[in-house]
């Protein structure tokens, strides 16, 4: 069974500064998806950045990046510029490669603050 | 993008009576889709599979006569709950498959908040 953790319950970061996220997982898969979701007050689930664990170079998304450790099985989420728009709930996210499922993390509440 | 909708967005009901949940892909065919539930400041909890034109699949512990899920069509799942009690009040949200590359992404619904009182 693969596990997903998060072991930063909640963050605060500033206005323009960069914060990190942090994901770590276990899988005995080689291949494998792993996403970052980000849930604002309204619920709604988004999807912020993709990656896909044979390529090695780290996924970026405009201000979204990731550092992906396929050996350390480790997948953070860089948020460079924050703004307050970034704030919600982002859940680490992983897929088999050929499967359908996510197995989420419980999250992590950002909260950027002025 | 792809986007799901989920009708309604709320609902409040009677302990003892059904509800149904819709979810639809507006913009592409999805022959899969997903039933999630979250309770406040938690993970989403996969409730089950739902693939267009056979039974869902359910996770451990749900109850499949409880939690009803039909997928019709390649754009519309539902999801009943039957007979529903306090305890079945939260958050319910569907998402969907997009068929073909690149694999795996899903898109999600709004969800709907579901009150039993």
């Known amino acids: 069974a693969q596990t997903v953790t998060q072991s930063q319950p909640e963050m605060s970061v500033q206005e323009a500064e960069t914060v990190t996220l942090s994901c770590t997982y276990d899988?005995?898969?080689?291949?494998?998806?792993l996403f970052w979701y980000k849930q604002p007050p309204s619920r709604q689930m988004i999807l912020v950045i993709r990656q896909e664990a044979y390529k090695q170079q780290n996924a970026t998304e405009n201000r979204f990046s990731v550092n992906f450790q396929k050996a350390a099985k480790s997948f953070s989420l860089k948020i460079s510029d924050s703004q307050l728009g970034d704030t919600a709930m982002y859940f680490c996210a992983f897929m088999i490669r050929g499967y359908s499922t996510l197995t989420f993390g419980k999250g992590t509440m950002l909260l950027v603050s002025p | 993008g792809a986007v799901v909708s989920q009708h309604p967005s709320w609902v409040i009901c009677k302990s003892g009576t059904s509800v149904k949940i819709e979810c639809r892909s507006l913009?592409?065919?999805?022959?899969?889709m997903f039933w999630y539930r979250q309770f406040p400041k938690q993970s989403l909890m996969l409730m089950a599979t739902s693939n267009e034109g056979s039974k869902a699949t359910y996770e451990q512990g749900v109850e499949k006569d409880k939690f009803l899920i039909n997928h019709a069509s390649l754009t519309l799942s539902t999801l009943t709950v039957t007979s529903a009690h306090p305890e079945d009040s939260s958050f319910y949200i569907c998402?969907?498959?997009?068929?073909?590359?690149?694999?795996?992404?899903?898109?999600f619904g709004p969800g709907t908040r579901l009150t039993v009182l």
């Open positions: 899988t005995s898969e080689n291949n494998y998806y």
């Open positions: 913009d592409f065919q999805a022959t899969t």
């Open positions: 998402s969907a498959r997009l068929p073909g590359p690149p694999a795996g992404e899903q898109f």
